[in-house]
């Protein structure tokens, strides 16, 4: 397996081993770290995180065990920079098909770094631009 992008709901139940993580999605984002590749975070992954920790959805201390899992190097966890590779990206997800801006911010670091995106979501399994696992 290569290296993965991973959306934000992913990395959480990723971390948690949480059930709720399909099957191939688990097997893709274990084979990545267990090869010694990395599963990129997209930037804007945290931000929602945090904003989901200011409307009391999710607690501050799985904000931080996650922050700690991405910054621990031990980890494959790497932050994937909403950078301009990433904003020229953007340019391919088409608004029609994915409305949320995060979520397109999300598509378009996959294709920017031109790598698989695990994820749940439909509207963005909906893309024919770039590989989505669940």
Same mark, same amino acid.
């Given at each position: 397996?290569?290296?993965?992008?991973?959306?934000? %709901?992913?990395?959480?139940?990723?971390?948690?081993? /949480?059930?709720?993580? /399909?099957?191939?999605?688990?097997?893709?984002?274990?084979?990545?770290?267990? /090869?010694?590749?990395?599963?990129?975070?997209?930037?804007?992954?945290?931000?929602?995180?945090?904003?989901?920790?200011?409307?009391?959805?999710?607690?501050?201390?799985?904000?931080?065990?996650?922050?700690?899992?991405?910054?621990?190097?031990?980890?494959?966890?790497?932050?994937?920079?909403? !950078?301009? /590779?990433?904003?020229?990206?953007?340019?391919?997800?088409?608004? !029609?098909?994915?409305? !949320?801006?995060?979520?397109?911010?999300?598509?378009?670091?996959? %294709?920017?770094?031109?790598?698989?995106?695990?994820?749940?979501?439909?509207?963005?399994?909906?893309?024919?631009?770039?590989?989505?696992?669940?």
């Amino acid at each position: 397996m290569s290296a993965i992008v991973a959306d934000t %709901h992913a990395l959480v139940w990723f971390l948690n081993n /949480s059930p709720r993580l /399909s099957l191939a999605a688990g097997v893709a984002l274990e084979q990545a770290q267990n /090869s010694g590749e990395l599963i990129y975070i997209p930037s804007i992954a945290i931000v929602e995180l945090r904003y989901l920790v200011e409307k009391r959805t999710f607690s501050e201390v799985e904000y931080q065990t996650i922050l700690g899992a991405i910054t621990n190097p031990a980890t494959a966890l790497i932050i994937a920079p909403l !950078d301009l /590779s990433v904003a020229q990206a953007l340019g391919q997800i088409p608004r !029609d098909v994915v409305r !949320d801006m995060p979520d397109r911010i999300i598509a378009a670091t996959a %294709h920017a770094l031109g790598l698989p995106l695990v994820t749940r979501d439909t509207e963005l399994r909906k893309l024919t631009n770039i590989t989505t696992v669940w």
